[in-house]
Nanobody, 124 residues
Framework: QVLLVESGGGLVQAHGSLRLSCTVS????????MGWFRQRPGKEREFVAS????????YYEESEKDRLTISRDNAANTVYLQIDSLKPEDTAVYYC?????????????????WGQGTQVTVSS
C-alpha cells in the first residue's frame, strides 16, 4: 500500500517562507513522478508544481513559479515544496501526489496516489 503523508503546514505571516514535506511509504519514491496541488477555500484543486523521477526537470504553475521550488530526495523518500514571499492568497490545503506516468503532469488525473493534505494559513 502506497501512503503519502504531508507535513510542514501551519500558520505563517505574509512575506515569510515555508517548506512542505511529503514522505512516501510502501514503494520507492523513485518510482513516481511527484506533484503538489492546493485547494483554496471555495475553489477547486489546482496545480502548483511537479518534478520528474530523477528530479532533473521541474514544472510550475506559471504565475507562481518565481516563488516556488519543488525538490526531492529519493533516498529519503521525501519530496519538498518551498514557498517564498507568502501571501494571504496562498492559504489553502496543500496536497502531494504520486504518479506512474513517465512525464510530469499538471492535471490531477495524472496522479495515482494522494496524501491527506496539510493546511497552510497565511496571515496578513
Amino acid at each position: 500500500q502506497v501512503l503519502l503523508v504531508e507535513s510542514g503546514g501551519g500558520l505563517v505571516q505574509a512575506h515569510g517562507s515555508l517548506r512542505l514535506s511529503c514522505t512516501v511509504s510502501g514503494r520507492s519514491l523513485s518510482t513516481f513522478v511527484m506533484g503538489w496541488f492546493r485547494q483554496r477555500p471555495g475553489k477547486e484543486r489546482e496545480f502548483v508544481a511537479s518534478i520528474t523521477r530523477s528530479g532533473d526537470t521541474t514544472y510550475y504553475e506559471e504565475s507562481e513559479k518565481d516563488r516556488l521550488t519543488i525538490s526531492r530526495d529519493n533516498a529519503a523518500n521525501t519530496v519538498y515544496l518551498q514557498i517564498d514571499s507568502l501571501k494571504p492568497e496562498d492559504t489553502a490545503v496543500y496536497y502531494c501526489a504520486a504518479g506512474y506516468a513517465f512525464e510530469i503532469n499538471p492535471s490531477p488525473d495524472g496522479y495515482d496516489y494522494w496524501g491527506q493534505g496539510t493546511q497552510v494559513t497565511v496571515s496578513s
